[in-house]
């Protein structure tokens, strides 16, 4: 009885009725989830099919379902920031760990590099007007404007948590993200046709076993009956498939914002929130490290560009230098991914010595990064372990077959330790959460004389407490506090720097058009060219996503470090 008058008190907690309450979430989300599986359906049979000969869709049909979809989707965000505007109590709670000012900066870089594409290709199709569907030439007018109004959506509203309409924000929502999706997969499918296109073209003269796309399929993409004999078409016609690496990725950040804007909807957040997030200066942001790290990623982002120039002229050349290229790009790419493997991880050695506490708050857009990172390495792990068969069983006795080895196993090595470093370090907390069991050392307080402060050296063997009454006012000018740990936050700075740099011409060169993986004959001899580019096709736009995505993860953890 006893027990049960003391527990008594404890079971009160429905006092914070007073505050509002989180309404069920369930229903909502599986509406708008169905929602958007059965248009991704749709858009996804129409794409695949308009990819494959002798099945009768067009990208003229694609077109048209895209366009639909992106007038729909800018409306419903029309009538989201009106709402929004007009009713001031739609949004009383914004999650500031949504929408991070890079992941909003990449969006409109992107973002512009896409309104540049659908100029390019606006223009391309304005040359032979007069034998192109007119869904053609609104298909990029259409996806400039939808561009524009969601970029500025997106930074406007990414941290909203909303309280209005919430079954019809969550189909909007799920909409929007499903429109991208489906964008992302016309532009994916429409590059690695084009690429097919002109790799099964490249090597006709030397096999005629692989079997090429249809010609009327490719020239109905490439602008059907109508020729392309101008200048200025062709710089239009090749510069649309150069922005194509932006535009694939301006839809998979915005797919990611909306669907942590999705997660917030309804979302109740306390007063005193626990914010782990910053806002450091740009004067800051790039202090407190070592140089090492961005002195060396940068000159592997140099050395990685002329490698890519270098292979790309030599493979598209006619002398016969594919093996040279090939030797170069695959030595280089193993130094890159051998030194990248090692420095993520020493960061997750480093981790072990860390005192700070892991955050374990309810957080969206962590959450997300993490599913992300780990999904979309699944796309490189499937051809590196297709290549790593290939080469063991068909046990080839060339050059190429040991680098292509050795190129599969580290970049497995590489995906799993660099995936190990960003997810511990999203889930540390800020510097100063120090653990509460391990009572913190006294902190070192010094009073010194900035006249004879150049003497002292940098960090003092023995420091000593001194009472400031026994100092002179005049000579304490200075109170400088010894950080604990100073050198291993410059050292995971200088980590996230370098793999970050490193990522960047990783994502280059796969993302304009380096192809080893047909150049190499090791697993097309082995698999077959068409089973080979299937698995490709598929799983190398993940990979390709992958080291953005792991951009702007080491980016936050460069910033939180």
Same mark, same amino acid.
């Given at each position: 009885?006893? #027990?049960?008058?003391?527990?008594?008190?404890?079971?009160?907690?429905?006092?914070?009725?007073?505050?509002?309450? #989180?309404?069920?979430?369930?229903?909502?989300?599986?509406?708008?989830?169905?929602?958007?599986?059965?248009?991704?359906?749709?858009?996804?049979?129409?794409?695949?099919?308009?990819?494959?000969?002798?099945?009768?869709?067009?990208?003229?049909?694609? /077109?048209?379902?895209?366009?639909?979809?992106?007038?729909?989707?800018?409306?419903?965000?029309?009538?989201?920031?009106?709402?929004?505007?007009?009713?001031?109590?739609?949004?009383?709670?914004?999650?500031?760990?949504? +929408?991070?000012?890079?992941?909003?900066?990449?969006?409109?870089?992107?973002?512009?590099?896409?309104?540049?594409?659908?100029?390019?290709?606006?223009?391309?199709?304005?040359?032979?007007?007069?034998?192109?569907?007119?869904?053609?030439?609104?298909?990029?007018?259409?996806?400039?404007?939808?561009?524009?109004?969601?970029?500025?959506?997106?930074?406007?509203?990414?941290?909203?948590?909303?309280?209005?309409?919430?079954?019809?924000?969550?189909?909007?929502?799920?909409?929007?993200?499903?429109?991208?999706?489906?964008?992302?997969?016309?532009?994916?499918?429409?590059?690695?046709?084009?690429?097919?296109? /002109?790799?099964?073209?490249?090597?006709?003269?030397?096999?005629?076993?692989?079997?090429?796309?249809?010609?009327?399929?490719?020239?109905?993409?490439? +602008?059907?009956? *109508?020729?392309?004999?101008?200048?200025?078409?062709?710089?239009?016609?090749?510069?649309?498939?150069?922005?194509?690496?932006?535009?694939?990725?301006?839809? %998979?950040?915005?797919?990611?914002? %909306?669907?942590?804007?999705?997660?917030?909807?309804?979302?109740?957040?306390?007063?005193?929130?626990?914010?782990?997030?910053?806002?450091?200066?740009?004067?800051?942001?790039?202090?407190?490290? /070592?140089?090492?790290?961005?002195?060396?990623?940068?000159?592997?982002?140099?050395?990685?560009?002329?490698?890519?120039?270098?292979?790309?002229?030599?493979?598209?050349?006619?002398?016969?230098?594919?093996?040279?290229?090939?030797?170069?790009?695959?030595?280089?790419?193993?130094?890159?991914?051998? %030194?990248?493997?090692?420095?993520?991880?020493?960061?997750?050695?480093?981790?072990? /010595?860390?005192?700070?506490?892991?955050?374990?708050?309810?957080?969206?857009?962590?959450?997300?990064?993490?599913?992300?990172?780990?999904? =979309?390495?699944?796309?490189?792990?499937?051809?590196?372990?297709?290549?790593? &068969? =290939?080469?063991?069983?068909?046990?080839?006795?060339?050059?190429?077959?040991?680098?292509?080895?050795?190129?599969?196993?580290?970049?497995?090595?590489?995906?799993?330790?660099?995936?190990?470093?960003?997810?511990?370090?999203?889930?540390?907390?800020?510097?100063?959460?120090?653990?509460?069991?391990?009572?913190?050392?006294?902190? *070192?307080?010094?009073?010194?004389?900035?006249?004879?402060?150049?003497?002292?050296?940098?960090?003092?063997?023995?420091?000593? *407490?001194?009472?400031?009454?026994?100092? $002179?006012?005049?000579?304490?000018?200075?109170?400088?506090?010894?950080?604990? +740990?100073?050198?291993?936050?410059?050292?995971?700075?200088?980590?996230?720097?370098?793999?970050?740099? *490193?990522?960047?011409?990783?994502?280059?060169?796969?993302?304009?058009?380096?192809?080893?993986?047909?150049?190499?004959?090791?697993?097309? $001899?082995?698999?077959?060219?068409?089973?080979? =580019?299937?698995?490709?096709?598929?799983?190398?736009?993940?990979?390709?996503?992958?080291?953005?995505? =792991?951009?702007?993860?080491?980016?936050?953890?460069? &910033?939180?470090?």
């Amino acid at each position: 009885m006893s #027990e049960e008058l003391a527990t008594g008190p404890k079971e009160s907690p429905p006092a914070p009725r007073a505050g509002p309450r #989180e309404v069920w979430k369930k229903g909502g989300r599986l509406l708008s989830v169905l929602l958007a599986v059965n248009v991704l359906l749709l858009a996804c049979t129409l794409i695949s099919g308009g990819a494959f000969n002798k099945v009768a869709v067009y990208d003229t049909d694609v /077109f048209a379902l895209l366009t639909t979809m992106m007038l729909l989707a800018a409306l419903w965000i029309l009538f989201y920031l009106l709402r929004t505007v007009r009713c001031p109590d739609a949004v009383p709670y914004r999650d500031a760990h949504a +929408g991070p000012i890079w992941l909003r900066g990449g969006l409109v870089l992107f973002g512009i590099c896409t309104l540049v594409m659908d100029v390019f290709k606006t223009g391309y199709y304005s040359s032979f007007f007069e034998c192109q569907s007119a869904i053609k030439i609104l298909h990029p007018l259409t996806q400039a404007v939808f561009v524009i109004i969601q970029t500025y959506f997106l930074w406007v509203s990414a941290k909203d948590c909303i309280h209005i309409h919430l079954d019809l924000t969550r189909c909007g929502l799920m909409f929007t993200l499903t429109t991208n999706l489906a964008i992302w997969m016309a532009a994916v499918v429409d590059e690695s046709v084009h690429q097919a296109y /002109f790799q099964s073209s490249s090597h006709s003269n030397a096999s005629h076993s692989h079997p090429s796309p249809d010609p009327k399929r490719m020239g109905n993409r490439l +602008g059907g009956d *109508c020729p392309c004999n101008t200048v200025v078409c062709q710089v239009f016609q090749q510069g649309y498939f150069y922005l194509y690496p932006f535009n694939i990725e301006y839809n %998979l950040f915005a797919s990611t914002m %909306l669907y942590v804007m999705w997660k917030n909807v309804g979302r109740l957040l306390a007063s005193s929130t626990h914010d782990h997030s910053h806002s450091p200066s740009w004067v800051s942001l790039f202090q407190e490290t /070592f140089f090492a790290g961005p002195v060396l990623g940068l000159m592997l982002l140099m050395l990685g560009l002329a490698v890519f120039i270098i292979y790309g002229v030599q493979v598209s050349g006619e002398g016969g230098h594919t093996q040279q290229a090939l030797v170069i790009y695959y030595s280089f790419n193993i130094v890159c991914l051998g %030194l990248m493997t090692l420095v993520s991880l020493s960061g997750s050695v480093i981790y072990r /010595f860390d005192r700070r506490t892991m955050d374990h708050h309810k957080n969206p857009t962590r959450t997300l990064d993490v599913a992300l990172l780990m999904g =979309a390495a699944l796309g490189q792990y499937a051809i590196s372990y297709y290549s790593i &068969v =290939a080469v063991v069983v068909g046990m080839p006795r060339d050059m190429l077959g040991v680098l292509s080895l050795a190129h599969a196993l580290l970049m497995i090595a590489q995906h799993t330790f660099q995936n190990a470093f960003i997810i511990e370090s999203l889930h540390r907390g800020p510097p100063g959460a120090e653990l509460h069991g391990i009572p913190p050392r006294e902190p *070192c307080l010094t009073f010194a004389n900035l006249d004879a402060l150049h003497t002292l050296p940098a960090c003092p063997a023995t420091p000593r *407490c001194v009472d400031p009454s026994q100092i $002179d006012p005049q000579e304490a000018m200075a109170i400088i506090l010894a950080p604990r +740990g100073h050198w291993r936050r410059r050292y995971l700075k200088d980590i996230s720097l370098f793999l970050l740099l *490193c990522n960047i011409i990783l994502w280059i060169m796969p993302a304009f058009g380096a192809r080893p993986h047909f150049s190499n004959k090791v697993e097309v $001899d082995f698999y077959g060219y068409s089973l080979w =580019a299937a698995i490709v096709n598929i799983c190398l736009p993940f990979g390709i996503f992958y080291r953005m995505h =792991a951009v702007s993860s080491l980016l936050e953890v460069y &910033v939180l470090s």
